[in-house]
């Protein structure tokens, strides 16, 4: 079974503080993202990356940076976490551009205080 | 990608077959129907996705219609772990991230 592990389930953290949220797949895959969920608002991307080193914009990525120095691992950077960035935060993996199946991890409730 | 329309919620007796709809009128010819579920606290699982015929897996089956403007995901045995949210999603396969609607939540009753 394909495994996407986040690295922590629950966070919380202060206002200011510089925030890492870890993400891991075991398959191999090429595409990884990361998602933010709020109540009312659903899903909605915030970066993605479809190679080492390689990343794309989603459609809120502001407050947001990312990583991805190997294959298996793509870490969500908050340089300055804000109330607002309180969210469920998801992981996913695919299997390649012209495969998209994501397969999501366990998400990071983050709260920011 | 196109939008999806889902009902906001329904019902399903546990043991009965679980029938979710949704419209995709606006679906263009090399688009895909995918459908993910969540249950409470946990990431979306993939459920199952078709272009143009039938699909059945494990899971569930994907019905498309012939015009493909509304498909029906079947959940053919229903318990009540089934109980989630469920998302249409409509999208070309190869384009980048997933764009979730509000979905429906499926309460299976015992």
């Known amino acids: 079974d394909v495994k996407v592990t986040q690295s922590s389930r629950y966070l919380v953290k202060r206002t200011g503080e510089k925030v890492f949220l870890e993400c891991v797949q075991d398959?191999?895959?090429?595409?990884m993202f990361w998602y933010r969920q709020d109540p009312g608002l659903g899903l909605r991307l915030i970066y993605f990356s479809y190679d080492v080193k390689m990343k794309e914009k989603g459609d809120i990525p502001e407050g947001y940076s990312v990583s991805r120095e190997k294959k298996e691992r793509f870490s969500l950077i908050l340089e300055s976490a804000s109330t607002n960035q309180t969210s469920m935060y998801l992981c996913?993996?695919?299997?390649?551009?012209?495969?998209?199946?994501?397969?999501f991890g366990q998400g990071t409730r983050l709260t920011v205080v | 990608d196109a939008k999806t329309t889902q009902p906001t919620s329904m019902d399903c007796a546990e043991g009965r077959a679980a029938n979710l709809p949704c419209n995709h009128s606006?679906?263009?010819?090399?688009?895909?129907v995918y459908w993910y579920r969540q249950i409470h606290s946990q990431g979306p699982q993939y459920i199952i996705h078709?272009?143009?015929n039938n699909e059945t897996n494990e899971m569930a089956s994907l019905i498309i219609t012939e015009d493909r403007k509304s498909s029906t995901l079947i959940l053919p045995h229903a318990t009540l772990r089934d109980t989630a949210v469920y998302y249409c999603?409509?999208?070309?396969?190869?384009?980048?991230?997933?764009?979730f609607g509000k979905g429906t939540h499926l309460i299976i009753q015992p």
């Open positions: 996913a993996s695919g299997p390649g551009r012209l495969d998209t199946e994501a397969f």
């Open positions: 078709g272009l143009k």
């Open positions: 398959m191999d895959h090429e595409n």
């Open positions: 999603i409509v999208r070309v396969r190869g384009a980048d991230g997933l764009t």
């Open positions: 606006t679906i263009s010819g090399n688009e895909y």
